[in-house]
Protein backbone atom coordinates (compact mmCIF):
# COMPACT_ATOMS: atom_id res chain seq x y z
CA UNK A 1 0.00 0.00 0.00
CA UNK A 2 2.90 2.47 0.67
CA UNK A 3 4.62 1.95 -2.24
CA UNK A 4 1.46 2.27 -4.19
CA UNK A 5 0.79 5.54 -2.62
CA UNK A 6 4.78 6.71 -3.21
CA UNK A 7 3.57 6.24 -6.92
CA UNK A 8 0.87 8.10 -6.60
CA UNK A 9 2.65 11.00 -5.19
CA UNK A 10 5.35 11.08 -7.58
CA UNK A 11 2.85 11.08 -10.35
CA UNK A 12 1.16 14.09 -8.74
CA UNK A 13 4.56 15.68 -8.45
CA UNK A 14 5.52 15.27 -12.07
CA UNK A 15 2.05 16.58 -13.20
CA UNK A 16 3.03 19.33 -10.88
CA UNK A 17 6.30 20.32 -12.51
CA UNK A 18 5.23 19.85 -15.99
CA UNK A 19 2.15 22.72 -15.15
CA UNK A 20 4.93 24.84 -13.98
CA UNK A 21 6.69 24.78 -17.09
CA UNK A 22 3.46 25.44 -19.12
CA UNK A 23 2.64 28.30 -17.25
CA UNK A 24 6.25 29.59 -17.77
CA UNK A 25 5.64 29.41 -21.26
CA UNK A 26 2.21 30.76 -21.71
CA UNK A 27 1.01 32.79 -18.19
CA UNK A 28 -2.61 33.04 -19.68
CA UNK A 29 -3.05 30.06 -18.14
CA UNK A 30 -2.87 31.00 -14.81
CA UNK A 31 -6.48 32.16 -14.40
CA UNK A 32 -7.32 27.73 -14.74
CA UNK A 33 -4.56 27.29 -12.07
CA UNK A 34 -6.77 27.29 -9.17
CA UNK A 35 -9.14 24.23 -10.70
CA UNK A 36 -6.57 22.09 -12.40
CA UNK A 37 -4.79 21.84 -8.72
CA UNK A 38 -8.27 20.61 -7.44
CA UNK A 39 -8.76 18.14 -10.27
CA UNK A 40 -5.35 16.20 -10.04
CA UNK A 41 -6.64 14.15 -7.12
CA UNK A 42 -9.97 13.12 -8.77
CA UNK A 43 -11.42 12.17 -12.15
CA UNK A 44 -13.88 13.39 -14.87
CA UNK A 45 -16.90 11.17 -14.00
CA UNK A 46 -16.34 11.76 -9.94
CA UNK A 47 -16.63 16.01 -10.53
CA UNK A 48 -19.34 15.44 -13.30
CA UNK A 49 -17.24 17.47 -16.08
CA UNK A 50 -16.39 16.71 -19.35
CA UNK A 51 -12.23 15.55 -19.75
CA UNK A 52 -12.59 18.23 -22.60
CA UNK A 53 -9.59 21.45 -22.50
CA UNK A 54 -10.95 24.88 -20.36
CA UNK A 55 -11.36 26.89 -22.98
CA UNK A 56 -13.28 23.90 -24.71
CA UNK A 57 -15.54 23.63 -21.89
CA UNK A 58 -16.15 27.18 -22.06
CA UNK A 59 -17.41 26.92 -25.33
CA UNK A 60 -19.71 24.22 -24.63
CA UNK A 61 -21.66 26.32 -21.62
CA UNK A 62 -22.00 28.62 -24.47
CA UNK A 63 -23.82 26.68 -26.66
CA UNK A 64 -25.84 24.18 -25.21
CA UNK A 65 -29.19 24.83 -24.11
CA UNK A 66 -32.31 23.09 -23.06
CA UNK A 67 -33.86 23.14 -26.62
CA UNK A 68 -30.79 20.83 -28.06
CA UNK A 69 -30.49 17.01 -28.48
CA UNK A 70 -27.12 15.69 -28.14
CA UNK A 71 -25.38 12.45 -28.86
CA UNK A 72 -21.66 11.63 -27.55
CA UNK A 73 -19.46 8.89 -28.61
CA UNK A 74 -17.22 8.05 -25.19
CA UNK A 75 -19.10 8.68 -22.08
CA UNK A 76 -17.85 9.41 -18.65
CA UNK A 77 -18.61 13.23 -16.93
CA UNK A 78 -19.44 14.76 -20.14
CA UNK A 79 -22.63 12.35 -19.85
CA UNK A 80 -24.23 13.58 -16.68
CA UNK A 81 -22.91 17.37 -17.10
CA UNK A 82 -24.36 17.95 -20.83
CA UNK A 83 -27.47 16.08 -19.96
CA UNK A 84 -28.20 18.80 -17.42
CA UNK A 85 -28.05 21.27 -20.16
CA UNK A 86 -29.77 19.81 -22.43
CA UNK A 87 -33.24 18.84 -23.90
CA UNK A 88 -32.14 14.96 -24.57
CA UNK A 89 -28.83 13.18 -24.43
CA UNK A 90 -27.00 9.80 -26.11
CA UNK A 91 -24.41 8.27 -24.68
CA UNK A 92 -22.61 5.46 -26.44
CA UNK A 93 -20.01 3.37 -24.74
CA UNK A 94 -18.13 0.25 -25.63
CA UNK A 95 -16.75 -0.63 -22.13
CA UNK A 96 -19.22 -2.54 -20.06
CA UNK A 97 -17.79 -1.88 -16.58
CA UNK A 98 -17.07 1.64 -17.37
CA UNK A 99 -20.80 1.85 -18.48
CA UNK A 100 -21.89 0.33 -15.52
CA UNK A 101 -20.05 3.27 -13.75
CA UNK A 102 -21.45 5.63 -15.47
CA UNK A 103 -25.16 4.29 -15.25
CA UNK A 104 -24.41 4.62 -11.42
CA UNK A 105 -23.67 8.20 -11.53
CA UNK A 106 -26.66 9.07 -13.50
CA UNK A 107 -28.72 7.51 -11.11
CA UNK A 108 -26.87 9.24 -8.60
CA UNK A 109 -27.81 12.65 -10.32
CA UNK A 110 -31.68 11.14 -11.38
CA UNK A 111 -30.92 12.25 -14.93
CA UNK A 112 -33.67 10.56 -16.73
CA UNK A 113 -33.22 12.36 -19.88
CA UNK A 114 -30.09 10.37 -21.19
CA UNK A 115 -30.34 7.29 -23.96
CA UNK A 116 -27.35 5.43 -22.82
CA UNK A 117 -26.57 2.60 -24.84
CA UNK A 118 -23.60 0.68 -24.71
CA UNK A 119 -21.62 -1.37 -28.06
CA UNK A 120 -19.24 -3.68 -27.11
CA UNK A 121 -16.44 -4.52 -29.46
CA UNK A 122 -17.02 -7.47 -31.30
CA UNK A 123 -14.15 -9.61 -32.42
CA UNK A 124 -15.87 -10.18 -36.38
CA UNK A 125 -17.38 -6.63 -36.35
CA UNK A 126 -14.87 -4.62 -34.78
CA UNK A 127 -16.34 -1.52 -33.47
CA UNK A 128 -18.70 -1.70 -36.51
CA UNK A 129 -21.70 -1.59 -34.39
CA UNK A 130 -20.43 1.11 -31.94
CA UNK A 131 -20.22 4.10 -34.78
CA UNK A 132 -23.20 2.43 -36.47
CA UNK A 133 -25.65 3.04 -33.60
CA UNK A 134 -26.06 6.35 -34.82
CA UNK A 135 -27.82 5.52 -37.81
CA UNK A 136 -30.92 4.40 -35.83
CA UNK A 137 -32.00 7.69 -35.97
CA UNK A 138 -32.96 10.32 -38.43
CA UNK A 139 -30.63 12.84 -40.60
CA UNK A 140 -30.45 15.97 -38.85
CA UNK A 141 -31.65 14.96 -35.19
CA UNK A 142 -28.32 16.28 -33.46
CA UNK A 143 -27.88 19.91 -32.72
CA UNK A 144 -24.01 18.53 -31.35
CA UNK A 145 -22.16 15.33 -31.67
CA UNK A 146 -18.94 14.85 -29.52
CA UNK A 147 -16.62 12.34 -30.70
CA UNK A 148 -14.54 11.07 -27.86
CA UNK A 149 -13.99 7.33 -28.14
CA UNK A 150 -13.38 4.74 -30.84
CA UNK A 151 -13.48 4.80 -34.45
CA UNK A 152 -13.36 8.38 -34.53
CA UNK A 153 -12.86 8.55 -38.22
CA UNK A 154 -15.39 6.77 -38.91
CA UNK A 155 -17.68 8.16 -36.04
CA UNK A 156 -17.34 10.99 -38.21
CA UNK A 157 -18.70 9.96 -41.21
CA UNK A 158 -21.84 8.29 -39.80
CA UNK A 159 -22.48 11.72 -37.96
CA UNK A 160 -22.27 13.85 -40.82
CA UNK A 161 -26.23 13.19 -41.79
CA UNK A 162 -27.34 13.41 -38.77
CA UNK A 163 -26.34 16.69 -37.88
CA UNK A 164 -28.82 19.72 -38.48
CA UNK A 165 -28.22 22.34 -40.36
CA UNK A 166 -25.87 25.07 -38.05
CA UNK A 167 -25.19 22.45 -35.92
CA UNK A 168 -21.61 21.38 -34.49
CA UNK A 169 -19.25 18.45 -34.56
CA UNK A 170 -16.69 18.75 -31.61
CA UNK A 171 -14.05 16.15 -32.15
CA UNK A 172 -11.38 15.85 -29.19
CA UNK A 173 -7.52 14.92 -29.46
CA UNK A 174 -7.83 16.35 -33.03
CA UNK A 175 -4.13 16.91 -33.22
CA UNK A 176 -3.27 13.96 -33.49
CA UNK A 177 -2.33 12.77 -37.23
CA UNK A 178 -4.30 9.32 -37.33
CA UNK A 179 -8.14 11.58 -37.50
CA UNK A 180 -6.63 13.74 -40.80
CA UNK A 181 -9.01 11.16 -42.75
CA UNK A 182 -12.38 11.87 -40.76
CA UNK A 183 -11.53 15.42 -40.36
CA UNK A 184 -10.50 16.43 -44.44
CA UNK A 185 -14.72 14.89 -44.83
CA UNK A 186 -15.79 18.55 -43.10
CA UNK A 187 -13.60 20.74 -44.79
CA UNK A 188 -16.37 22.53 -46.19
CA UNK A 189 -17.49 23.20 -42.50
CA UNK A 190 -16.66 25.89 -40.92
CA UNK A 191 -13.68 25.02 -38.37
CA UNK A 192 -12.85 26.36 -34.97
CA UNK A 193 -9.67 24.51 -32.97
CA UNK A 194 -8.80 25.13 -29.85
CA UNK A 195 -5.41 24.18 -28.17
CA UNK A 196 -4.91 24.49 -24.37
CA UNK A 197 -5.15 22.79 -20.78
CA UNK A 198 -7.32 20.93 -19.51
CA UNK A 199 -8.44 19.36 -16.03
CA UNK A 200 -6.36 15.88 -15.06
CA UNK A 201 -3.70 16.29 -17.75
CA UNK A 202 -0.62 18.27 -17.36
CA UNK A 203 -0.32 19.13 -21.39
CA UNK A 204 -1.97 20.89 -24.35
CA UNK A 205 -4.40 18.96 -26.11
CA UNK A 206 -6.55 20.35 -29.10
CA UNK A 207 -10.20 20.25 -29.68
CA UNK A 208 -11.76 20.76 -33.01
CA UNK A 209 -15.32 22.36 -33.59
CA UNK A 210 -17.09 22.28 -36.83
CA UNK A 211 -20.02 24.04 -37.64
CA UNK A 212 -22.67 22.30 -40.54
CA UNK A 213 -23.24 24.99 -43.21
CA UNK A 214 -26.35 25.92 -44.55
CA UNK A 215 -25.67 24.95 -47.60
CA UNK A 216 -22.59 23.26 -48.45
CA UNK A 217 -19.62 24.87 -50.47
CA UNK A 218 -18.74 22.73 -53.46
Excluded at 55 to 75: H, I, Y
Excluded at 108 to 123: A, G, P, R, S, T
Excluded at 155 to 164: D, G, L, P
Excluded at 191 to 202: C, F, H, S, T, W
Aim: proline share 2%; glycine share 4%.
Amino acid sequence: MCAILEKIKIYIKKKTYLWRLLLFKKPKYFKYLFVWMKSSKSNSLKDNVPWLTFECQEWLDSVLNKNMTVLEWGSGGSTVYISKKVKKMISIEHIPEWHASVVKELQKNNIENCEYILKKYDENKGYKNYYEAIDSFPDETFDLVIIDGRSRNSCISYAMRKIKKEGFLLLDNSERKRYSPGMDLLKNWERKDILGVGAYNAEEWQATIWKKREKEIE
